[in-house]
């Protein structure tokens, strides 16, 4: 069945159309459905989509999310679901913020759905209107804009999300994920992918406030094709078989890191006066409080990287920069450039789960088989191999040597 929504709301669009939008969804809960938003603005606080069921956004739609938090309501877990949510993996690093249900607020939710998408006509818009909440995390951020916890199958496709008042896509312990053609611009995280699985991005734009793509225990991973654009971290991720691939990664964010503005009170400076460098292309990110049970590994392949402080930090059992848990056991680099890095990566590789840097193919600031400033060679526990020069433990003089 297709469900178009204008048959169901009232025509002021600065009224909330939640409770008439929501019917609309709850039609598909038995047997599924298509749920069209024409052209027009819709004013919105939590919408819950159900299995076999496609949200169909065409050109010039926008959904609106409440600028007043106390708007949104918290949809109850089902039994069975756990959440894998920052606030589970990582209590130490907020311990006042586990107990609050109101950090799952969004303008999209799903528990435990199957074959469930979000599909956008060129021009769609899901705007989360930087909506302030004085309770939330870090004392100003408020509802993500899509938050789905175990669920299969989700499509994400072509549409674009702005000023989301936390992530733009909070998706924790989700199995077969595709997002395409999605574009990210401004609020927090581009994408949140902890524990999921099987997840490809690919052909987005993500123009991002906080870290483009982040994710703890993340299983098979790809992000093609993508621009990457950051004032925090192009990556904070870790998990295994993680695969950057055809990506550009460009420092210094057009949009702010948001916490930069905000001085308390409700009040922000002007956006001009945010912070803007880009901090690491990838900073580790893993948890104990769910063990992993494997090592980590990450490759870039056909990668231009411009503009970042540093490559990569991971301090091995380092539990203020969330790098207890699970190791990385492995950085594979190959057809990659990088232009004006600040200075080299922070590694501090664990000695019983030592790191290996696998190089190919690696021009920095254009001179070929250079990797200062990328690593420096002093972690005696990470070690050095290039394909074509044989296994090293050391570099000098900026360029490989067997």
Known sequence: MIYDVKDYISSEEDTLQTERIQSVLDMCGENGGTVVFPSGRYKVSSLYIHSNTTVYLRAGAEIAGSDNCEDYKVFPVPEGVILYSDVTLIPQHEPDRKEKDEYRRAIFSAYNETDISIVGENGSIIDGV??????????????????????????????????????????????????????????????????????????????????????INVTNLVVENCYLNTSCNMFRIGGKNISVKNCEMKGIGKYPHRLSLYKGDGEFLPEEQGRRN??????????????????????????????????????????????????????????????????????????????????????????????????????????????CKGRMNRFKGNRYFQ
């Open 130 to 215: 930087d909506c302030f909440d004085a309770n939330g995390e870090e004392n100003f951020r408020g509802p993500h804009a899509i938050w789905f916890s175990s669920c299969r199958n989700v499509v994400l496709r072509g549409y674009t999300v702005k000023r989301a008042a936390d992530f733009a896509h909070q998706l924790d312990n989700c199995i077969n994920v595709t997002a395409k053609n999605v574009k990210c611009s401004g609020g927090h995280d581009g994408f949140h992918l902890n524990m999921c699985r099987n997840v490809s991005i690919s052909d987005c734009l993500m123009e991002t406030g906080d870290d483009c793509i982040a994710g």
């Open 278 to 387: 880009t901090l690491f292309v990838m900073e580790f990110f893993a948890s104990e409080t769910v063990p992993f049970g494997q090592s980590c590994d990450v490759s870039f392949t056909n990668c231009k990287i411009t503009d970042a402080d540093r490559f990569i930090h991971y301090e091995a059992k380092n539990r203020l920069a969330l790098h207890t848990g699970a190791a990385l056991a492995e950085i594979k680099l190959e057809n990659v450039s990088v232009e004006v890095l600040e200075g080299c990566s922070v590694v501090s590789a664990d000695e019983k789960n030592p790191l290996t840097v696998t190089v190919k193919n690696i021009t920095v600031n254009n001179v070929e088989n250079v990797i200062y400033p990328l690593f420096d060679g002093n972690d005696k526990n990470t070690r050095f191999f290039n394909p």
